[in-house]
């Protein structure tokens, strides 16, 4: 069964510090991997999603996560943190691309000026 | 062209109550799926239409959830004499079929049962 542990439920950066939002997964299969954004009151919006091309993925908003099989991890980073960028994260995992999708608990980002 | 759309936004319904979600997918997606987001339990997979192939139905917490999805097209959540655990937010997503497709997400339906 697949798996995705979202450390930290909640991460607080400075406007213009880096942020690293951390997720690792289980999976017994080479597996697709998603970070999804949710701000107040609207639905996800895909930031970026791995599918066994280039382990350095790049994202909208100037997000990027890197796949490591070895550490079985795939962090969220953005090397300057905007206002605009408080929302909640959700990494996300799926055995195969069309396959429903296996959440983590969330993390919610909070910028301060 | 527009995105996955979701009604009611907003139901309040009481207990023992059945309710009826809608979602519109993006026209030509092939995959449907439902998720319900709550507080205790997170974002949990609910049920998965795929074309004409019998839906996954994994994910349905009771025999109290159903779905179907008509033509192809729009899908209807069911939920039959509703539970306060119930209440939630529940999302709809749609897909193109092909391998490592996006999911697109609709705003959601907040059900609240009283």
Redesign the interface.
């Known amino acids: 069964a697949q798996s995705v542990t979202q450390l930290g439920s909640h991460v607080s950066v400075s406007e213009g510090a880096l942020v690293l939002l951390r997720c690792n997964y289980s999976s017994s299969v080479p597996p697709?991997l998603?970070w999804?954004v949710q701000y107040p009151?609207?639905?996800?919006?895909?930031l970026l999603?791995y599918?066994?091309a280039a382990t350095l993925v790049k994202g909208i908003n100037g997000f990027e996560a890197e796949f490591k099989k070895s550490e079985t991890s795939f962090h969220l980073t953005k090397p300057s943190a905007h206002m605009s960028d408080a929302a909640e994260y959700?990494c996300?995992v799926a055995r195969?691309?069309?396959?429903?999708?296996?959440?983590?608990?969330?993390t919610r980002l909070s910028v301060i000026a | 062209g527009a995105g996955v759309s979701q009604s009611p936004s907003n139901k309040v319904t009481e207990k023992g109550k059945d309710v009826e979600l809608r979602c519109d997918p993006i026209s030509g997606h092939t995959a449907l799926y439902w998720y319900r987001q709550s507080l205790g339990q997170g974002l949990e997979f609910l049920i998965y239409f795929q074309g004409n192939s019998a839906p996954d139905k994994s994910g349905l917490p009771s025999d109290r959830f159903s779905a179907e999805r008509t033509g192809g097209s729009v899908s209807t959540l069911t939920i039959q004499r509703t539970q306060q655990e119930d209440s939630a937010v529940y999302l709809c997503a749609s897909a193109w079929a092909g391998s490592g497709d996006t999911q697109y997400f609709g705003p959601g339906t907040r059900l609240t049962v009283l």
């Open positions: 697709y998603f999804y009151n609207q639905g996800l919006q895909l999603k599918t066994s959700f996300a195969s691309g069309n396959t429903p999708l296996v959440f983590g608990k969330g």
